[in-house]
């Protein structure tokens, strides 16, 4: 089963909405050349623009921990 179809199965169709906004926004920035993007909701991007550049490599490491955990996201 193809990403698109599970998202689809799991999430309807918001979660083909943001897989189809990821996809666009990473094919433009690859399109113009540029070496990052940042794509999702308002906290992801705030996140990237603000929290990556300020916290140290240890905190970031423990945040990603936390969050990747099985059954983080339930």
Sequence with gaps: MSEIAEAA??????AIDEA?????AGYE?????????????IATQ?????LNRILPDSMKAERHR???????AE
């Design 9 to 14: 199965a799991q999430g309807g169709e918001d």
């Design 46 to 50: 705030f996140e990237a623009a603000v």
């Design 66 to 72: 936390k969050m990747s955990e099985p059954g983080s």
């Design 29 to 41: 920035a690859m399109m113009a050349s540029r070496e990052k993007v940042v794509a999702g909701s």
């Design 20 to 24: 189809f906004a990821v996809a666009k």
